[in-house]
């Protein structure tokens, strides 16, 4: 069932057609059969030439363009992109799926954008290619698929761990009983139906557990596949030559990401803008005050140091949800060394005891914490061996750092600090009486 390798790339007979259909030199060859299959897919847009992959190396480059798109761009058209749907297509999009993981793991970090974009897209792609299934035969494509992944009866719940441990998933999401995920209806009648009252146990079923979870764990498992594969990848690139049309997809998937990110991240009504202090949150306020030891780590590396730059980067991140690294937002890291890192590092030094005084290891925290790994400063050469950091939400921010929320009439509606002094910024341009010129030039000057 060709089927069931169009949904999961790590299936047997997706690996056995790799190896038996798939050339390296061949990729940028241009594909008939490819283009006929794509020109004949129903209701496939065909008017414009550039829609259509006409190699296996740009079709690997449109599964990440599709995704980007369809996340990001008002003008996004489904029909442009409706192959990848059509399961006829299943032979090259198994190939090309495979390219774009060997390309990407093979030239950026496991944590890189490029990486992070390509899992997400495949999540994204197995779901709407199940939704496009008939209801019986979604029913048994995903009882199937479920085998695949999972070849148990029964689930423990720590044989999923590796989802819990990468957040892919969540305990809550899921009913466990004695230590085993319950999935099949009949086991969940067998071990319930005795404990539910005035309600059908079979209605409770599907509401609880039903289609929607063996799909949820089918597609995070596909995903965390996709995400080990990247980084066997990667760590087998270290010892081996990377074949030279690998490396050039990489770059061009690179290119492409950079100039369709590089459209949308602007297209959003908050704009990036110098720091305007008078905006700031109680919470971060009270950190660049000074913190002292117990909360002091914890507050300057991961609440200040994720808050500061992207209220002064990228403080529509939650907004547009597009990935993007610093070095797209500040390409020489002119703002990062200028204006945000003073920001970080003054407010450790008025923290007691001063934090690297006491603590120096924390500097090279706060360097991973900007997504440029654990070194001294920030250097374009190690972008993408950690993640930038999104800034912490009230919630946590209450449990973990209590000291320091102190709300004001503002939080009530708030649920991020960042949507805090994006909203004050909103407010301060409002009324104009409010603050200085001075700070009104600040807080409208855009990007250089
Ligand atoms: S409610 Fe949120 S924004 Fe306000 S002080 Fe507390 S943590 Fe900060």
Sequence with gaps: MVLLSFLNPFSEEAEQIVREKSSLEELFNKNKDLIDIIAHTNSQNISNDE?????????????????VRKKNDKKYDHNDYS????????????????????????????????????IESQGQLVQERLEKLSTSLRKEVV?????????????????LGELFGSRKINLTDLIIDQ???????????????????GRVPEKMYD??????????????????????????????????????????????????????????????????????????????????????????????????????????LYPSVFKNETNLKISDLDKGLKI?????????????????????????????????????????????????????????SCEKIKIHLPVLCKPDKDCKKISNPLSYYNRRKWIMNQSPDSKSPEEKDKSTKKED
């Excluded at 829609?51 to 995704?67: D, M, Q, S, Y």
């Excluded at 695949?148 to 689930?155: A, F, G, S």
């Excluded at 008025?350 to 120096?360: A, G, M, S, Y």
């Design 51 to 67: 829609l259509i992959p006409h190699t296996l190396a740009e079709l690997a480059v449109k599964r990440l363009e599709w995704f």
């Design 83 to 118: 192959f990848l749907m059509n399961p006829d297509m299943a032979i090259y999009d198994i190939i090309s799926f495979y390219i774009a993981a060997q390309s990407i793991g093979i030239r950026f970090n496991p944590n890189s954008r490029e990486s992070r974009v390509f």
């Design 143 to 159: 009882a199937k698929l479920l085998n695949q992944l999972i070849p148990l009866d029964n689930i423990s719940w720590t044989s």
């Design 179 to 197: 230590g085993e995920v319950i999935l099949d209806k009949e086991d969940f009648i067998y071990r319930f139906s005795d404990k539910i009252i």
């Design 207 to 312: 509401i609880l557990i039903g289609d929607q979870i063996k799909e949820l764990i089918i597609n995070r498992m596909i995903m965390q596949n996709t995400e080990n594969y990247l980084l066997k990848v990667h760590e087998m690139a270290s010892n081996i030559e990377a074949h030279p049309s690998l490396i050039v997809i990489a770059d061009e998937i690179s290119k492409m990401l950079k100039e369709r990110t590089s459209i949308f991240s602007g297209s959003g009504d908050i704009q990036a803008s110098k720091l305007v202090g008078e905006a700031f949150p109680p919470c971060i306020k009270n950190t660049i005050d000074g913190v002292s030891s117990g909360n002091r780590n914890d507050a300057i590396v991961l609440l200040l140091t994720s808050f500061i730059s992207y209220a002064r």
């Design 336 to 392: 990062t060394n200028n204006e945000i890192l003073p920001v970080i590092y003054e407010a450790a030094g008025r923290c007691t005891p001063p934090l690297f005084e006491d603590d120096p290891q924390e500097k090279l925290n706060i360097t991973a914490k900007l997504g440029f790994g654990v070194h001294r400063v920030p250097d374009l050469n190690n972008e993408g061996e950690s993640k930038w950091y999104t800034p912490m």
